[in-house]
């Protein structure tokens, strides 16, 4: 590397470094509020199931402080049901629904949560969220507390919940692929999917998220891809681009990954999402200035570019459904979980779909049994 490429990668890490100290400092404060705020809430004894991602490293530890939870606090209809390789969250939170379970709490990663979650779409079944994951990335737009397994449980097993968008991928090229694939987070084609597929494991489990970047790096000045996309606005009416160049295209539902705000106008439950096509030029000066851009919207708390961006390019653009064609097949993702290559997609929206049990206490209970939002999602 030359001198330049160094200053300029140091001074980003720096500027990370200094971002996430003020994140922790933020972070303590508002556990020190929240834990005021979970011991006023109000327990249901309903009939509670545990879906557990056992490959977690803390997934045994966080089971045992689960039973015992529950057991201080007299919940004594508690099931636990473990994923599998053959058997994803979606078929555990099935039999937990056929098993009797009124709330279902899905103990994991983001993957855990979304397949959970593609499962209770629509049914009026609340799901609580115990987060052990790397990203964590639902659970933290959601407010729920990381690396806080009582306060989580204490959200989980109480009245407060919101009703939360679902978005949906359709891989329409792939006559084998017969549903839409749920996301509650982002979905994507392009760079950030070969980022994520290329991430070490092992590297994930030592540094966290910060393994992304790493990958990222890895494939910075990978070739450009080339789509016409049509989004459908929320008033119905249809915008066309013909064989665009970018270097990722994004689906967003939430917009906060750690530290940084992708997409700082995405609402959870707006029945909209969030489109984002992300293009950069000059070699790593325009990544950069990509950078830049995501830390000055992070900063404004608005979709917004730098003023001093030259060479990247982030379009913004809100809409119910988006149809992607690709001149190549090309790496896909939903909420980090990665899906076949694909040239032709749909992304959509199921509004409100989805009761998530959140610490906010707005009066909903999440064990009333109310009637189906929508039609359950398809087999995801």
């Not at 933020?26 to 929240?34: F, L, V």
């Not at 990247?312 to 090309?330: F, N, R, W, Y």
């Amino acid at each position: 590397m030359d001198q330049q490429t160094l200053i300029i990668l140091a001074t980003m890490v720096a500027l990370i470094a200094l971002i996430v100290t003020v994140i922790a400092a933020i972070r303590i404060t508002m556990h020190r509020r929240r834990v005021q705020r979970l011991e006023q809430r109000r327990d249901d004894q309903v009939h509670y199931a545990f879906i557990i991602n056992p490959s977690k490293p803390t997934a045994a530890t966080t089971r045992a402080r689960i039973k015992e939870y529950c057991a201080n606090k007299g919940l004594t209809e508690v099931m636990f049901i473990d994923t599998q390789l053959d058997k994803d969250g979606r078929a555990c939170a099935k039999e937990a629904l056929a098993r009797g379970a009124d709330v279902v709490i899905a103990v994991g990663g983001d993957g855990t949560v979304r397949t959970v979650a593609s499962a209770l779409g629509g049914t009026g079944h609340a799901m609580g969220i115990i987060p052990i994951g790397t990203g964590n990335l639902f659970a933290r737009n959601m407010g729920i507390p990381l690396d806080d397994v009582e306060a989580a449980l204490t959200i989980a097993v109480s009245h407060g919940s919101h009703r939360v968008d679902v978005g949906r991928l359709r891989i329409l090229d792939d006559p084998d692929e017969d549903h839409a694939h749920a996301f509650l987070i982002i979905a994507g084609v392009g760079f950030d999917a070969v980022m994520i597929d290329d991430t070490d494991p092992k590297l994930k489990k030592n540094i966290s998220w910060l393994a992304y970047f790493i990958s990222g790096a890895k494939h910075l000045f990978t070739p450009k891809y080339h789509a016409s996309i049509t989004i459908k606005g929320p008033d119905g009416e249809t915008f066309t681009q013909q064989d665009t160049e970018f270097r990722t295209f994004m689906a967003g539902n939430c917009g906060q990954i750690p530290v940084f705000s992708l997409m700082p106008d995405a609402s959870f439950n707006d029945g909209l999402l969030d489109f984002e096509m992300i293009d950069t030029n000059g070699g790593l000066i325009g990544w950069a200035n990509l950078f830049g851009d995501v830390v000055h919207q992070t900063i404004t708390g608005k979709a917004s570019q730098s003023p001093l961006s030259t060479h990247s390019h982030i379009d913004q653009m809100q809409g119910v459904q988006a149809e992607v064609m690709l001149d190549k097949p090309v790496p896909a993702q939903v909420d980090g979980d990665m899906l076949p290559e694909t040239r032709h997609i749909l992304f959509s929206v199921d509004r409100e779909a989805l009761l998530v049990r959140v610490p906010l206490d707005d009066g909903i209970s999440a064990t009333t049994q109310i009637p189906p939002i929508k039609a359950p999602l398809a087999k995801d």
